[in-house]
């Protein structure tokens, strides 16, 4: 019954900011762990940023940190991905993720049950 739809995506040039959007649905999410992950084709999904939905706490993959910053909004239920300074290696379809019931953030992709569709980020060199 959990859905996550992801928005915000699109085609950009280096160097240029994205925000990108998670709005949940369909569950309680007040003791829950929400998370990014990005996939490029070939290549395995991998975390970018997760937060600790009760406390806010946020982690950050050392590739990201500096230049993305992920928030939430209880109310809207939604996560946000604010990313700034993009680099072609950005490039990925990033997902959010939801592990349900569990306050931890981790960055294994099979720690989380939800998924979104995913939202095609394409950075230009």
């Known amino acids: 019954q959990v859905q996550l739809v992801e928005s915000g995506g699109g085609l950009v040039q280096a160097g240029v900011s994205l925000r990108l959007t998670c709005a949940a649905s369909?569950?309680?999410?007040?003791?829950?762990?929400m998370a990014w992950f990005r996939q490029a084709p070939g290549k395995e999904r991998e975390f970018v940023a997760g937060?600790?939905?009760?406390?806010?706490?946020?982690y950050y993959a050392d590739s990201v940190k500096g230049r993305f910053t992920i928030s939430r909004d209880n109310a809207k239920n939604t996560v946000n991905l604010q990313m700034n300074s993009l680099k072609p290696e950005d490039t990925a379809v990033y997902y959010c993720?939801?592990?349900?019931?569990?306050?931890?953030?981790?960055?294994?992709?099979?720690?989380?049950?939800?998924w979104g569709q995913g939202t095609q980020v394409t950075v230009s060199s």
């Open positions: 369909g569950g309680a999410f007040s003791s829950s762990s």
């Open positions: 993720a939801v592990r349900h019931s569990f306050l931890v953030v981790t960055s294994r992709p099979s720690d989380y049950a939800y």
């Open positions: 937060i600790n939905w009760r406390g806010g706490s946020t």
